[in-house]
T-cell receptor, first 113, second 112 residues
Framework: GENVEQHPSTLSVQEGDSAVIKCTYSDSASNYFPWYKQELGKRPQLIID?????GEKKDQRIAVTLNKTAKHFSLHITETQPEDSAVYFCAASGNTGGFKTIFGAGTRLFVKA | DAGITQSPRYKITETGRQVTLMCHQTWSHSYMFWYRQDLGHGLRLIYYSAAADITDKGEVPDGYVVSRSKTENFPLTLESATRSQTSVYFC???????????FGPGTRLTVL
């Protein structure tokens, strides 16, 4: 079945450094790749997304890249701040199966001040 | 975010009991989803619904039942709760034609 693998499971960086989280997906029909941020005890919230016809997308300190051939996509956070500390989930969905979204297992990011 | 709510927010029950988790959205979104969140597994889809009276299984549907008689409500029922169903449950909705899902605040369920 469809699968999304996410690495690393835990990431610790110093404030001001960059953080990179990587995901791979198995379903070649996937065409939408969102990233969610979940703070402790809160709901997941969309922070950025990318579609399969785009290779890269940026929004201030956050960027996402997509390599469709390799079925890889990554989240890049630059100039990290303590408030970036959270769990980040990647996901993949497509036009089949009712637009089901398959999530990665999550990455817990710690930004040390 | 206030447009999608879940109740109860916390629930403790015993093995074998029936439990219903409620989800309500005020946006008239056509799609609704139920996920469970467990450490190390991320969010796993239990059931989803494309419209009123249309539901389908997700990744982990066993032990759960859903219904959708009205567009705005999507209750999830555990017919006979088991300890393995202890989890945080998130409801989400999505408007037709868009990919973004909006999540409810979650229900923390403990089965003793």
């Amino acid at each position: 079945g469809e699968n999304v693998e996410q690495h690393p499971s835990t990431l610790s960086v110093q404030e001001g450094d960059s953080a990179v989280i990587k995901c791979t997906y198995s379903d070649s029909a996937s065409n939408y790749f969102p990233w969610y941020k979940q703070e402790l005890g809160k709901r997941p919230q969309l922070i950025i997304d990318i579609r399969s016809n785009v290779g890269e997308k940026k929004d201030q300190r956050i960027a996402v890249t997509l390599n469709k051939t390799a079925k890889h996509f990554s989240l890049h956070i630059t100039e990290t701040q303590p408030e970036d500390s959270a769990v980040y989930f990647c996901a993949a969905s497509g036009n089949t199966g009712g637009f089901k979204t398959i999530f990665g297992a999550g990455t817990r990011l710690f930004v040390k001040a | 975010d206030a447009g999608i709510t879940q109740s109860p927010r916390y629930k403790i029950t015993e093995t074998g009991r029936q439990v219903t988790l409620m989800c309500h959205q005020t946006w008239s979104h056509s799609y609704m989803f139920w996920y469970r969140q467990d450490l190390g597994h991320g969010l796993r889809l239990i059931y989803y619904s494309a419209a009123a009276d249309i539901t389908d299984k997700g990744e982990v549907p066993d032990g759960y039942v859903v219904s959708r008689s009205k567009t705005e409500n999507f209750p999830l029922t555990l017919e006979s709760a088991t300890r393995s169903q202890t989890s945080v449950y998130f409801c989400a909705s999505r408007i037709g034609g868009s990919d973004e899902q909006f999540f409810g605040p979650g229900t923390r369920l403990t089965v003793l």
